[in-house]
């Protein structure tokens, strides 16, 4: 929650010539009171303006240290005191995964931009379920569902748990070259790793490997004399059950440049 609040009638007209006569800060535990006035950007002397407040929360927000910031004032004989009111996001105590069989512990703490002991954000909690999604999806499990659950454990720390469902690994059903002329799809499909399932072969899909055959199949053109071969686009797609893929690849070959025999007179 980010809010501005005014008191005694300082809200009416922001341009009312209304300067800052001192600054202070309200609600810090384990963030610093000078961290926070630096990242404000307020000053006394300086006017107020609603500008100013606005970036001073923004500024203070993007510290991934609060949950809640709120600026107000106060009104004294010596001026407009102006309070700047946090409640500081919690620490993370502990960090744990429920439901990962296909993927280690240690392959999902990785693409994490936070652990134990920092601060945990409601973003960074987002964050993290796609990322880990995403991690899943490289995999092959397309259908993988990731749920974070946030437990407190004392005051101020929590335990975050990742609950995963990782349901079944996508299966290649077929693999289809549009606009190749000069080699057949048997040929073309023989320069890739990413296989279609057959009784006798999963026909696992990762995305790393895939991308790699993409640049395979433009080599193989390349050497065979069609230096301008490229993979327009590629499509990728699945059915209702996202358990069986199918991939189209756009293929655009250019000429074929033939290179004679070069002697030396």
């Known amino acids: 929650m980010i809010s501005i609040l005014l008191s005694l009638g300082l809200a009416v007209g922001w341009g009312s010539d209304l300067t800052i006569a001192e600054l202070k800060v309200r609600g810090a535990v384990r963030a610093d009171t000078a961290l926070i006035l630096e990242a404000s950007g307020l000053s006394p002397g300086e006017e107020i303006t609603l500008d100013r407040v606005q970036s001073a929360i923004r500024r203070l927000y993007a510290l991934g240290l609060f949950r809640d910031v709120r600026l107000w004032t106060e009104e004294d004989s010596g001026g407009v005191r102006m309070i700047i009111e946090v409640e500081e996001n919690p620490l993370l105590a502990k960090l744990s995964f429920e439901g990962n069989r296909a993927l280690k512990e240690r392959e999902l703490k990785k693409v994490l931009r936070f652990g134990e002991g920092q601060v945990i954000s409601p973003k960074a909690v987002h964050d993290g379920k796609v990322r880990i999604r995403k991690l899943y999806e490289e995999k092959g499990y397309l259908s993988a569902e990731v749920k974070a659950l946030m437990t407190p454990v004392d005051k101020g720390r929590?335990?975050?748990?990742?609950?995963?469902?990782?349901?079944?690994?996508?299966?290649?059903?077929?693999?289809?070259?549009?606009?190749?002329?000069?080699?057949?799809?048997?040929?073309?499909?023989?320069?890739?790793?990413?296989?279609?399932?057959?009784?006798?072969?999963?026909?696992?899909?990762?995305?790393?490997?895939?991308?790699?055959?993409?640049?395979?199949?433009?080599?193989?053109?390349?050497?065979?004399?069609?230096?301008?071969?490229?993979?327009?686009?590629?499509?990728?797609?699945?059915?209702?059950?996202?358990?069986?893929?199918?991939?189209?690849?756009?293929?655009?070959?250019?000429?074929?440049?033939h290179f004679g025999k070069v002697t030396w007179e």
Do not use: C
Not at 192 to 219: A, C, H, I, N
Not at 223 to 248: C, W
């Open 158 to 257: 929590v335990r975050l748990t990742y609950l995963i469902e990782e349901g079944e690994k996508v299966r290649v059903k077929r693999i289809r070259f549009i606009g190749n002329t000069a080699f057949d799809e048997g040929k073309l499909k023989k320069q890739m790793k990413t296989r279609e399932s057959r009784w006798w072969r999963k026909g696992e899909f990762k995305e790393d490997v895939y991308q790699e055959d993409l640049e395979k199949v433009v080599q193989f053109y390349r050497k065979h004399g069609y230096r301008d071969a490229e993979v327009v686009r590629d499509s990728l797609y699945y059915d209702s059950f996202r358990r069986n893929l199918f991939i189209d690849i756009y293929i655009k070959e250019g000429p074929q440049f």
